[in-house]
């Protein structure tokens, strides 16, 4: 989907006219409809006020134009699973169980390769073969890069 499909899709799904959902951004009616046929698409403040109005990242705005994957364990990001900042505000970067509340949950990356091999382990998939996955994927994640 492209933006401009996206952008009618929430504002109909939500009830909205292009102009309650331009008064609820600070935008005209006339830049919803030109959102909506694809002559333009919305700026960097205006996606934020999107996203938190329909709950939903800038990524899904834009058409998910990024495979996001969480920085920390290497899980790929979805709405539902993104992390978000204190102030409510999706955190593109990281999943909601390796960062929440403005904190990171694993404070090493042993840490969380055993909490890995605890929980993806099965019977085709030992613990010692989880830990090598991991241990072979995670310090090329921007997160273990930088400490």
């Known amino acids: 989907m492209t933006t401009k499909d996206i952008i009618l899709e929430l504002r109909t799904k939500h009830g909205l ?4 959902l331009a008064e609820k951004i600070y935008v005209t009616r006339q830049a919803v409809s030109r959102w909506e046929t694809g002559e333009t698409v919305p700026n960097t403040e205006t996606l934020k006020l999107l996203s938190a109005l329909f709950d939903v990242s800038i990524n899904t705005l834009l058409g998910s134009p990024r ?6 364990c290497g899980m790929p990001l979805e709405d539902t699973s993104i992390s978000r900042e204190p102030d409510g505000s999706f955190n593109e970067e990281y999943c909601k169980w390796c960062y929440t509340d403005g904190k990171f949950v694993y404070s090493s990356m042993s840490q969380l390769i055993d909490f ?3 929980h993806f382990s099965a019977p085709d998939r030992s613990p010692e073969e989880v830990r090598e996955y991991f241990s072979g994927l995670l310090p090329q994640l921007s997160h273990w890069k930088e400490n």
């Open 67 to 72: 495979k996001l994957i969480c920085q920390c």
């Open 116 to 118: 890995l091999a605890g």
């Open 17 to 20: 006219s292009q102009e309650a």
